[in-house]
Nanobody, 123 residues
Framework: QVQVVESGGGLVQAGGSLRLSCTAS????????MAWFRQAAGKERERVSC????????NYADSVKGRFTVSRDNAKNTLYLQMDSLKPEDTAIYYC????????????????WGPGTQVTVSS
């Protein structure tokens, strides 16, 4: 049984930083593409970042480029999202998701999901 769990969300002032973590069990973590999605109230779920299984290829939504950094530690089955220079518009529930090998944009392409962690950025 695959389990995906996020942690590290919270309340932070604009300009501050947070680091999200995601641990995954029950899957071959090394073979998985791992992604961060977010969904703000009343908005569609969007992909924030993704890191592929082998080359560590990463990509980011335009809205977070230069501020967020995704990384993974395969030895610990853990995915990270370092979020710097946070803005109020980054407020959302952040989800960790996994799929086989290669990153895809649509959320429907991801098979395994965590329950999400709330990030709130105050102005």
């Amino acid at each position: 049984q695959v389990q995906v769990v996020e942690s590290g969300g919270g309340l932070v002032q604009a300009g501050g930083s947070l680091r999200l973590s995601c641990t995954a069990s029950g899957l071959t973590f090394d073979d998985a593409a791992m992604a961060w999605f977010r969904q703000a109230a009343g908005k569609e779920r969007e992909r924030v970042s993704c890191i592929s299984w082998s080359t560590g290829f990463t990509n980011y939504a335009d809205s977070v480029k230069g501020r967020f950094t995704v990384s993974r530690d395969n030895a610990k089955n853990t995915l990270y999202l370092q979020m710097d220079s946070l803005k109020p518009e980054d407020t959302a529930i952040y989800y960790c998701a996994a799929r086989d090998r290669y990153c895809q944009v649509p959320w429907s392409a991801y098979k395994w999901w965590g329950p999400g962690t709330q990030v709130t950025v105050s102005s």
